[in-house]
């Protein structure tokens, strides 16, 4: 299992209802939080991995992680704010998004039990995100082609900036081996 590329259709498709006697939710989970951690991520929906499945996980640890399955939003707080976002799907591409501070869902967990409550803050925004994901909305889609265009050519500029670093790191390194080269002779 992999990141699909952001131009897979599946990102546009609303998923179809995970079906527990059909799928190990244990394994797939195991296998999102793995891909989620070694990615730097807080959350993954299985369409960024090309699975057509109502589900996703998220958390900052593998320990911390939650595995979310067929969701439902049974309402939003009043108060909203705009932060930062980014995706799995579109490195290096951050975008300020509008949500609500709160959400109130419902869900079941890898071995199908009922879960839910009220998330707030960090956790709400994460949850809507990847809900967002189940239905086949990215998060390009909730901002103006402008704002999208000026988080692309920062991206550029950051990946222009990872380049030249790595390029560095790579010139320092085949001086300090040349010059524990000439130390030796």
């Given at each position: 299992m992999k990141l699909v590329s952001n131009k897979d259709?599946?990102?546009?498709?609303?998923?179809?209802p995970f079906d527990f006697e059909s799928v190990d939710a244990v394994d797939i989970k195991k296998s999102l939080v793995?891909?989620?951690?070694?990615?730097?991520?807080?959350?993954?929906?299985a369409n960024q991995v090309g699975l057509n499945y109502r589900c996703f996980v998220m958390g900052e640890s593998k320990e911390a992680a939650i595995m979310v399955i067929n969701p439902?939003?049974?309402?939003?707080?009043?108060?909203?704010?705009?932060?930062?976002?980014?995706?799995l799907s579109f490195p290096d591409v951050f975008v300020k998004i509008t949500r609500p501070t709160s959400v109130q869902a419902k869900w079941y967990d890898?071995?199908?039990?009922?879960?839910?409550?009220?998330?707030?803050g960090y956790g709400a925004r994460v949850f809507m995100h990847e809900f967002d994901h189940l239905n086949g909305v990215v998060y390009r889609d909730k901002?103006?082609?402008?704002?999208?265009?000026?988080?692309?050519?920062?991206?550029?500029?950051?990946?222009k900036q990872r380049k030249?670093?790595?390029?560095?790191?790579?010139?320092?390194?085949?001086?300090?081996?040349?010059?524990?080269?000439?130390?030796?002779?």
């Amino acid at each position: 299992m992999k990141l699909v590329s952001n131009k897979d259709e599946i990102l546009a498709t609303g998923l179809e209802p995970f079906d527990f006697e059909s799928v190990d939710a244990v394994d797939i989970k195991k296998s999102l939080v793995d891909i989620m951690i070694k990615h730097k991520g807080v959350g993954l929906s299985a369409n960024q991995v090309g699975l057509n499945y109502r589900c996703f996980v998220m958390g900052e640890s593998k320990e911390a992680a939650i595995m979310v399955i067929n969701p439902e939003i049974h309402g939003y707080g009043e108060e909203q704010d705009c932060e930062v976002e980014g995706c799995l799907s579109f490195p290096d591409v951050f975008v300020k998004i509008t949500r609500p501070t709160s959400v109130q869902a419902k869900w079941y967990d890898e071995h199908g039990e009922e879960q839910g409550g009220i998330l707030e803050g960090y956790g709400a925004r994460v949850f809507m995100h990847e809900f967002d994901h189940l239905n086949g909305v990215v998060y390009r889609d909730k901002v103006s082609r402008l704002k999208w265009e000026r988080a692309l050519k920062k991206r550029d500029k950051i990946q222009k900036q990872r380049k030249q670093m790595v390029d560095y790191m790579h010139k320092a390194q085949a001086a300090i081996n040349q010059a524990q080269s000439a130390q030796k002779d």
